[in-house]
């Protein structure tokens, strides 16, 4: 019987040939059994297999036998993968070829940017080769490599071909984003690439997979403002189909746009109202599918007063027609106190089309007393269309579509301008809800005057591989230093956003916080978890502008650092909810004041620093829980386009007993006090989901009163935004989650 080899002969099956890479597999492993993988593989050898598929079947035997009581397969399955990587790649598992034959070659496949060869010298180069440390594609777990075999190692997605293996693109990625460092290049270069492939840093998407191709666009999150006119909305819908493509999810604002049966012309025609005009926004955003690596995907914000709100909360649910659905696209709900104390009261909102209420919705976001004013003096004109609506029957209804739908996001409109880092109001969020940026409608494509397209860099701090809160000094100023290059040196399709120039906003998060916590010894309920929280929170906000600080020193402050509450000394621990205070009273132990002199001295180089996002894809990579969220299991299946990948939560064997899993939570109050005292620090906002186990209600029946008083408590304690609302019912052993932007997840 004939083998199949990679490069095309024939050989005699030698079944010692696969036992002989199981062995080599399993080594120094405790708790797997090479018999159990040949047993599980049921592997039928026929004449003419090529040998590709005899190891795939052996990868998948491996991942299969992954368990919460046999949790080493992870490792089996990862050096299993890694042998078939690199012999796929270069033909060879070991004497890896020069960084410098990597790059050559590459750049000729067309794959690497040929500008790379301009940055450094064949001497340099040859120097950060002999740095590379390919041992590290052995700190891989299986979920990690699969993900990044997945989607991010560049490939030719046409015909599955692999160009480089893991260290490689780090040290690519090292090298583009410290290539303007003017004194000790290649020492930024290592000390950088040590973050990344130790995973101390968390990269997100468009970095791992745009950096070092021609491909230029790195922004995460693009935040789109639709102004009430055909030019702005069909422009609007232009740079939604361009940043797409180029892998950013993106945030939309409908809320200027007027309602159905509005005048147009003096009543010439009768406006069709927003809903025909989010199908255009959703085709366009579906059609770009980002270059095979991420779904298209986007929310679209609306006020709570706003004329078709009714119908819109419903746009997202299973019932219905076609016509009067939009499915495809997520929603976030912008209310305030006014709202707020009219539900508790049990009173009446009221409804305007936008363009019938002059002036309300700027003061809606930049000044709620004002807002408050000019929406009851509205409420009492003659001369003004409206309606009246329960606000009580209006929030019961968002409170039963985002359970139904999981979707309907809330964004705190007062809570995010009163604690954000600028003077100007913020109109809107992107689309996982932790970006809170100024916008301004594009009147046209090419409008480089008025309009003002928001766009965000991400990253996060792996908190679990922080071995010291002191370290955190040395890697926030790596993390800032590469953001801040990709602000001048990535590709801009649309020239509202070249605004970024000008403020350089960043948003750096955290991922693993569940294992931080667990192998702190604490859940998301303990009250020590809350002031372990508040430590690790003040010394990466301190560390961040710090670094900010610095770069202002050495590159210059941003030019519109005079717009940000930063230049008035003004620091987020002077703005949050004082609310925290009652859950949270540690004393602050870095020098604020010290740095608020600096920072009025020298200005920051980045109007924003933090920003908490979901890392649903990343966390897979570094082998960590995802973001601030705690694990839904202890074995969670991930969903991929590629299949199931199960992942691990870190240090299993030791902390099983350690972790909070979601749905065991009692409730979701002492997850909304951890997201309290993080954006307590944060100038941006937070991802931060809720989390409902139908099992714990009567006859499992969810009362829409605790969504409705988890959302107020959420909006008490200070949170701009909430994401997702997670529930369980039982029906699923699995904990599948979805990692794919095309379902919602931010690809972080």
Known sequence: MKVKKRDGHLEDFNIEKIHDVLFWATKDIKGVNVSDIEINAKLQVYDGIESTKIHEVLIYSAADLISESTPNYQHVAANLLNYYLRKQVFGVSDNM??????????????????NILDLYTKEEVAQLDNFIKHNRDYMFVYAGLQQLVDKYLLKDRTTGKIYETPQYMYMLIAMILNSNETENRLKAVKSFYNDISTFEISLPTPIMCGVRTPSRQYSSCTLIDVGDSLPSIFHSNTAVGYYTANRAGIGLNFGRVRGVGSKI?????????????????????????????????????????????????????????????????????????????????????TVFSPQEVPDLYDAFFADTEEFIKLYEKYERSRSVFKREVSARKLFMQFCQERIETGRWYVMNVDNANDHSSFNEPIYMSNLCQEITLPTEPIKHIDDTEDGEIALCILSAINVGAVRK???????????????????????????????????????????????????????????????????????????????????????????????????????PIDTYRKEVDGICNRELTHDWEELRKEIQEHG????????????????????STNGIEPP?????????????????????????????????????????????????????????????????????????????????????????????????DGKTDTGAEESDCAGGACKL
């Open 265 to 349: 012309r003096n009543g010439e025609i009768v406006h069709t109202g927003v809903i025909p005009f989010l199908k255009m926004f959703e085709s366009t955003t579906k059609c770009c599918t980002q270059n095979g690596v991420r779904g298209g995907s986007s929310t679209t914000h609306f006020p709570f007063w706003h004329k078709e709100i009714e119908d819109i909360l419903v746009l997202k649910n299973n019932r219905g027609t076609d016509d009067n659905r939009v499915r495809k696209m997520d929603y976030s709900f912008q209310v305030n106190r006014l709202f707020y104390k009219r539900f508790v009261e049990n009173q009446n909102i």
């Open 97 to 114: 070829p020069s960084l410098q034959e990597v790059i050559d070659q590459n750049i000729e496949h067309g794959v690497y940017d040929k």
């Open 469 to 571: 809160l002191k370290d955190l000094e040395n890697i926030t100023y790596n993390i800032v230093k590469a953001l801040d290059y990709i602000i001048d040196n990535q590709y801009y399709p649309v020239n509202a956003s070249k605004k970024m120039f000008k403020r350089r906003s960043i948003g750096v998060g955290i991922t693993n916080l569940a294992y931080y916590l667990a192998k702190n010894g604490y859940t998301y309920e303990d009250k020590e978890a809350i002031d372990l929280v508040d430590e690790l929170a003040e010394n990466i906000q301190y560390y961040l502008l710090k670094a900010s600080v610095r770069l202002a020193k050495e590159r210059g402050k941003c030019e519109w650092f005079d717009r940000t509450k930063y230049s008035k000394g003004i620091l």
């Open 604 to 623: 920051l180089r980045n109007s924003t620093l933090t920003a908490l996002m979901p890392c649903e894809s990343s966390s897979l990579v570094t082998n």
């Open 632 to 728: 839904r299991s202890l074995v969670t299946i991930k969903k991929s386009k590629q299949g199931l990948i199960p992942q691990v939560v870190p240090e299993i064997s030791k902390l099983k007993n350690k972790y909070t899993l979601a749905y065991d939570m009692n409730d979701n109050t002492g997850y909304i006090n951890i997201c309290a005292v993080l954006q307590k620090y944060f100038d941006q906002a937070i991802s931060a989901n809720h989390y409902y186990n139908f099992a714990r209600y009567e006859e499992g029946n969810l009362p829409m009163s605790v969504v409705a008083k988890d959302v107020l408590y959420s909006y008490k304690m200070g949170l701009k935004t909430l994401y997702y609302a997670n529930t369980d």
